[in-house]
């Protein structure tokens, strides 16, 4: 049981290259969420996924698009990377009823030049 | 006004004393309310829930919850220079299982 699993732990990209983030669960959780976490700034909701099939924007989702490939999978995708969004990108998944939480992925490290 | 607001810090205590971490929230539907301990390089994870009005202690820890004032506070007893990281307050609003964060707070405990 890995939990959230990211890759990659850590990118380097130019202005304009684009790229995805790959988030997976193995604990069979319907709602999954991408956060931005900036200095300061807490953690910053991009865009979630409730259940299978459906994607919501967040509160910054300006820049990013998002895939729920399926039940384990939920990916973002920066189509021309800029500066701003050199940050810590978390991945984290749900788990509702009795002692709900979230659990977080270990994070992706991304600078932007 | 933030949604979730927390005292950035640095939090100083000497070890073994009580920090006391305060967070106010906007929304007065929110349901429940969670903190985090995120040190620095690392993830959050989580180490109290509390939904209803009053106090929940779990081992060192103590949430308290004050939904007509609308805060949730959390204090540490016999602080260790683990404790040491941010502290994340997160609102769960009445519109779906959405977490608004605070800030976070930087504890530091000195031995």
């Known amino acids: 049981n890995a939990g959230v699993t990211q890759t990659p732990k850590f990118q380097v990209l130019k202005t304009g290259q684009s790229m995805t983030l790959q988030c997976a669960q193995d604990m069979n959780h319907n709602s999954m969420y991408w956060y931005r976490q900036d200095p300061g700034m807490g953690l910053r909701l991009i865009y979630y996924s409730a259940s299978e099939g459906t994607t919501d924007k967040g509160e910054v989702p300006n820049g990013y698009n998002v895939s729920r490939l399926n039940k384990r999978e939920f990916s973002l995708r920066l189509e021309s990377a800029a500066p701003s969004q050199t940050s810590v990108y978390f991945c984290?998944?749900?788990?509702?009823?009795?002692?709900?939480?979230?659990?977080f992925g270990p994070g992706t490290r991304l600078l932007v030049l | 006004q933030k949604e979730v607001e927390q005292n950035s810090g640095p939090l100083s205590v000497p070890e073994g004393a009580i920090a006391s971490l305060n967070c106010t929230y906007s929304?007065?539907?929110?349901?429940?309310f969670f903190w985090y301990r995120q040190y620095s390089g690392k993830s959050p994870e989580l180490i109290m829930s509390i939904y209803s009005n009053g106090d929940k202690e779990d081992g060192r820890f103590t949430a308290q919850l004050n939904k007509a004032s609308q805060y949730v506070s959390l204090l540490i007893r016999d602080s260790q220079p683990s404790d040491s990281a941010t502290y994340l307050c997160a609102v769960n609003r009445a519109a779906g299982n959405k977490l608004t964060f605070g800030g976070g707070t930087r504890v530091l405990v000195k031995p």
């Open positions: 984290a998944s749900w788990t509702s009823g009795a002692g709900e939480t979230q659990y």
């Open positions: 929304d007065r539907g929110s349901q429940s």
